[in-house]
């Protein structure tokens, strides 16, 4: 995983034609099985590029997780028993920023929710984890839009350098839906 330089992304990426979209994969671990009622597991999500060409893919940003902006980066989870867990959402958004890619070279990885990003309050949190019972958990990641959806045109102003230099970015990033594996984990008294 590369972090760009602002200076430095248009110069690398002006070499692809095309946004690679063949061969990237998305899975999630955790810890442990088996938790106790009130334990948050340790999730763990990793997109892998098992393609030949390197691929841009922006991580989780501020709002992503409850599916405001692009990319669409969120957990679902299948409750033993169904409850609503609620938590307070800002409509203001961070804007994005060429330190929000990541350049993932063949065979890298990248955890869109990890250091530097958002992540999903509602997959992190004990009150989503209440009930005993087996719970099945997904993660989902989407870039799959226009532009606007990374909602750029907020902040900057149309024909700015910082905007053209985001377009830049952003038409490099492919156009993709990943779902990962399903994880089965077992809540007990």
């Known amino acids: ?17 095309h946004p690679p979209t063949e061969g990237l ?3 999630i671990t955790s810890d442990k099985s088996c938790y106790r ?29 409850a599916g405001d902006r692009l990319p669409h980066a969120y957990f679902t989870i299948d409750k033993p028993r169904p409850d609503t867990v609620r938590i307070a959402q800002c409509k203001t958004h961070n804007p994005l920023a060429p330190d929000d890619f990541r350049l993932l070279p063949p065979g890298g990885n990248f955890d ?26 997904r993660f989902y990641y989407s870039t799959d ?7 750029t045109s907020r902040w900057l102003p149309q024909g700015s350098a910082a ?27």
């Open 37 to 65: 009622v009130g334990e948050v597991p340790r999730l763990k999500v990793t997109i892998r590029n098992n393609g030949r060409e390197a691929v841009l893919l922006p991580g989780s940003l501020d709002g992503s997780a």
């Open 163 to 189: 905007q053209a230099q985001l377009d830049v970015l952003l038409r490099q990033v492919p156009r993709i839906t990943l779902r990962s594996n399903e994880l089965v984990l077992r809540f007990e008294e």
């Open 1 to 17: 995983m590369i972090r760009l330089a602002a200076s430095t992304a248009a110069l690398l990426l002006a070499s692809f034609q």
């Open 112 to 137: 869109p929710q990890g250091s530097g990003f958002f992540d999903d309050h509602l997959a992190r949190q004990k009150e989503s984890y209440r009930n005993p019972g087996t719970y099945r958990i």
């Open 145 to 151: 839009g226009t532009n606007d959806g990374f909602h």
């Open 25 to 27: 994969s998305c899975s």
